[in-house]
């Protein structure tokens, strides 16, 4: 099977959130970064834009009742950019969640722009 798209983590916010993950949601996760990497239709039960912001969206995933969620962006629309990622504890996503990634996507386009 032939890639799609290339994933890529933006610093080390994707790595340090996966390094505190057991296994079995590390396995969990790589699953569902395969779909997005090899499939050209992604279900938006995996990726899903976030309403009311430019281009961030989340990959989603569960485990039994627990519920995570990854933040990523796409560069040049085939690179997939992971930024942070946390276990959702309520309905709403946090607000300081989304800040957080949507600060870290303007910094990759600031630090891409100075190259």
Same mark, same amino acid.
């Given at each position: 099977?032939?890639?799609?798209?290339?994933?890529?983590?933006?610093k080390?916010?994707?790595?340090?959130?996966?390094?505190?993950?057991?296994?079995?949601?590390?396995?969990?996760?790589?699953?569902?970064?395969?779909?997005?990497? %090899? $499939?050209?239709?992604?279900?938006?039960?995996?990726?899903?834009? #976030?309403?009311?912001?430019?281009? =961030?969206?989340?990959?989603? *995933?569960?485990?039994?009742s627990?519920?995570?969620?990854?933040?990523?962006?796409?560069?040049?629309?085939?690179?997939?950019?992971?930024?942070?990622? %946390? $276990?959702?504890?309520?309905?709403?996503?946090?607000?300081?969640? #989304?800040?957080?990634?949507?600060? =870290?996507?303007?910094?990759? *386009?600031?630090?891409?722009?100075?190259?």
């Amino acid at each position: 099977m032939e890639k799609i798209r290339t994933i890529i983590a933006y610093k080390d916010y994707f790595e340090n959130f996966l390094s505190k993950q057991t296994v079995k949601v590390q396995n969990k996760i790589y699953k569902i970064l395969e779909i997005v990497e %090899f $499939q050209q239709q992604i279900p938006t039960r995996f990726l899903k834009h #976030i309403e009311g912001t430019h281009g =961030l969206y989340e990959t989603r *995933f569960s485990l039994g009742s627990d519920i995570w969620r990854v933040f990523c962006f796409f560069d040049e629309g085939r690179l997939v950019i992971l930024l942070n990622g %946390f $276990q959702k504890k309520t309905q709403k996503t946090p607000k300081s969640e #989304i800040d957080l990634a949507i600060r =870290l996507k303007y910094e990759y *386009f600031k630090e891409k722009r100075k190259k």
